[in-house]
């Protein structure tokens, strides 16, 4: 159908039946009205996607380091064909992502149909220094699971988690952004056939931990209905060496106290040679990455203040999140790419050093416990070690204090297949969002989890029909164990030695 055509039936705003025998389906306009003016999306088979929608003003200049506003409306059509720009990064060893645009506050809808009115899923990406919205294709998730998808950019690093004494908002721009992103969803969302009062909120890693900061956060309370989070730190503290090579101990690996942030901010200022908030809102984004390490410095989010009063550790013993269900869990080998990517090869030699460095006088009955010929390497060993010692402990605490508030739904992605290094940190994601040629085994699994995951966006539980049963995590502890050809409960707390590391 040519673009004149579309035009004129948006006009008319009406649906044009292309089926000569008067069946239902429909050819849906490629433009929809938003509170800001019209947007022209791409329109397919069965999906259209709307990319580089503003959801608040560019944050630069005098809106570096505020809370977000929201964009001004524009005339005429604005192209939604494309992406927007991401949000400055410098990027990595394994994404190379670059950019240095503050004009990058953008979301992305993905849907079956502008009709109707089905289950919104709000996706938050992982890393938290580098990544955008647009890099994840939901199209399948949106199309088999029936439901509207919305990929939103927030400020990273520096730029979403910069303190300063007497800046409000410290700590918590990227929270503020996402929280923007939702509220700009209850708004917005009816028009591209969402239903604004059944938004599930989800993410992997550091968007999994931003997850569970909404979860917490009383500004967030109404602007989701579920929450979905896949391998994030909630309750992940750090033994020394367990992230890069050299890296002392950490209490908390998602958050950091606004007080704290801001003697870094503090810090920052006088290296980068300003006295003041205003001028380094004048500082070019380029100079500003230049600094070492200042997107990964300013990564955690901040606590201690009205967006983040307290941490997960605080909040959730306490009973003090949104009641939402909630279905969360994390890999087989979580941290096993972690090791590999990150720190390289472990010598054997190198092994005994690293737990002394961990776990001090306990190092030896650690060995015990996982000795280095158990495993195929002695990085798989460690790997191991911090897989259970890091990650798991965290997330069956986290499964533990959830559930007793609110209903909770466990997972353990299992699939050995998934990569060089099984089935390891955020590997799951490619099963939700397919971005590679999967096995036909592969892609049953691919299209059992997209089926248990929009069942638990529509109705806050994730069994379907023909898939097999999944029963809450308050009954039984049962977490669910998600691989190729096989999907079943799994004794979690025996398969990482929770025992032994709770004991």
Known sequence: ??????????????????????????????????????????????????????????????????????????????????????????GSSYSDTRSTDEDCLFLNVTTPSTEGRRPVMVWLHGDGAIGAGHHFDATALATKGDVVVVTPNYRLGVFGGFGLAGL??????????????????????????GDPGNVTLFGVSYGASATAAHLISPASRGLFHKAIMHSGFALVDLPAEAWYPGLGALPWLAWRDTAEIEQLGRMVTVELGCADIDCLRALPVGKLLEYPQVMNIFQPFGYGNPDLPKVPAEAFPAGEVARVPVLAGNTRHEHRNLVEVFRGPVAAEDYPRLLAAAFGDRAAEVEREYPQGAFESPGRAWAAVLTDRVWARATFRQHELLSAHTPTYAFEFADEEASEHGASHSTDIGYLFPDRELTDRQRDLSDAMIRYWTAFARTGDPNTGGLPHWPAFGEGRHVQSLASGAITGVDYRAEHRLDFWQG
Request: net charge positive.
């Open 1 to 90: 159908m040519r673009r004149g055509t579309r035009a004129l039936i948006t006009a008319a705003a009406a649906a044009l039946v292309v089926t000569a025998c008067g069946g239902g389906d429909v050819e849906r306009a490629d433009v929809v009205r938003v509170e800001n003016g019209e947007v022209r999306g791409v329109v397919r088979a069965d999906h259209a996607v709307f990319q580089g929608i503003p959801y608040a003003m560019p944050p630069k200049g005098e809106l570096r380091w505020r809370s977000p506003h929201r964009p001004a409306d524009w005339a005429g059509v604005r192209d939604a064909t494309k992406p927007g720009s991401p949000c400055p990064q410098v």
């Open 168 to 193: 409000a908002g410290s700590g918590t721009f990227a929270l503020q952004d996402q929280r923007e992103a939702l509220d700009w969803v209850r708004r917005n969302i009816a028009a591209f056939g």
